[in-house]
């Protein structure tokens, strides 16, 4: 399946992470350049090979996205039947990790605070802008009677004022 075809050559597995993987599958041994570049070469034809399966498989399917279960599909056809449970292993791992990922955000995973802190120190701050907003409210309605009771004296006045001016204006 190996082409000259250049944008196949930019496909590939960053050496780093493949060196990591052989490092930790075989500690002991030394890997020769020659056949980390092979064991390089295999990964891609297999990634390709599977891949192109599992389009195959969700083609027939009539779908545009390719899901583990085309993968899955894809491995059987090939007679790589042997890999499913590891396979399938992995992609519970994948779908329990993305849907913890987006069940907290990075930032507070980052914090390193326990949710039950976080939790406590939430209601915390809730009880104090509710107690805040209370005697926000209570000197709302003491300006507001205030104001009443200074509205009423001021009319109170005027009142007075107006009566006392009809007397003084009494010619008898």
């Excluded at 907003?133 to 109170?156: C, F, G, P, R, Y």
């Amino acid at each position: 399946m190996a082409t000259n075809d250049p944008s196949e050559d930019e496909l590939s597995i960053p050496r780093a992470s493949m060196n990591k993987m052989i490092k930790e599958v075989l500690p002991r041994i030394r890997v020769a350049n020659e056949s980390r570049e092979l064991i390089l070469n295999c990964c891609k034809e297999f990634i390709l090979l599977v891949s192109s399966e599992a389009n195959a498989v969700c083609n027939e399917q009539n779908r545009r996205t390719i899901n583990p279960d085309h993968v899955l599909t894809g491995l059987d056809k090939l007679g790589f039947s042997d890999y499913r449970q590891a396979v399938e292993e992995v992609a519970r791992q994948c779908k329990d990790i993305t849907a913890k990922r987006r069940r907290q955000s990075t930032r507070l995973e980052n914090l390193g605070i326990p949710e039950e802190e976080l939790l406590r120190q939430q209601q915390e701050l809730f009880a104090r802008a509710r107690h805040e907003q209370m005697l926000a409210d209570q000197q709302h309605l003491q300006q507001i009677s205030q104001l009443q009771t200074d509205a009423e004296m001021h009319a109170a006045m005027r009142s007075a004022m107006v009566h006392s001016s009809d007397e003084d204006d009494d010619y008898s």
